[in-house]
């Protein structure tokens, strides 16, 4: 009997990477079970296609706090993570279009390994540059508006990239990624929906390989 991965997913929006996972585990070609998703946004549609399924979700909101707070606040929010977390006991945490930095002691107390998803291309081991399959290198992005900043350097190539999350942002060993030519007369919109198809085709694979990671 093949055991199934329990997955814990965290979103902060439409959630169609999620939807991804769902699908494949609905297909048959992903051993595995979103365990519990959890949401730092109440309007996260992503929330809806896992109330739908009968899966446990969470919404946890990041408290806003006054800038000397801000530390304790998020510590007593990444607790409340943890918690959640252990009662569902996930082997792997997906972080899918979650807008929120996790902290080094998050990342150590969680007890698995963490995975993100980001719209652009990474270096393998850091730097500041990316090669491409032809050779030619272009700019790492890192952080939010990755695709548009894509666009706005006139980039000919982006794409995407999954990674274990370290507490450096963006940053991690590439588990794997791909590429997606920018097109003439693509906009934000048009190339991010391009990059996310590639992304859901990517988060299915890693996590069918997920007992080698
Ligand atoms: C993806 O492009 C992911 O890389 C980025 O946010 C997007 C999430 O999309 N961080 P969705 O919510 O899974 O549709």
Known sequence: MTTRVRVAVLISGSGTNLQAIFDAQDAGTLAAEVALVISDRADAYGLQRTLRRDVPAAFLPLPRAPKAERAAVRAVWEDRMLALLNAYQPDIIVSAGFLRVLSGRFLETCG??????????????????????????????????????????????????????????????????????????????????????????????????????
């Open 112 to 213: 698995c390994p963490v995975i993100n998803q980001h719209p652009a291309l990474l270096p393998d081991g850091g730097g500041d540059t990316v090669t491409l399959a032809d050779g030619r290198q272009i700019p790492a992005l890192r952080g939010l508006g990755v695709v548009a900043q894509a666009l706005a350097l006139g980039l000919p190539v982006t794409g995407c990239t999954v990674h274990r999350v370290t507490p450096l942002v963006d940053d991690g060993p590439v588990l794997a990624h791909a590429e997606v030519p920018v097109l003439p007369g693509d906009t934000e919109s048009t190339l991010h929906e391009r990059i996310k198809m590639e992304e859901r085709r990517l988060i299915v694979e890693v996590l069918q390989t997920f007992r080698q990671l």
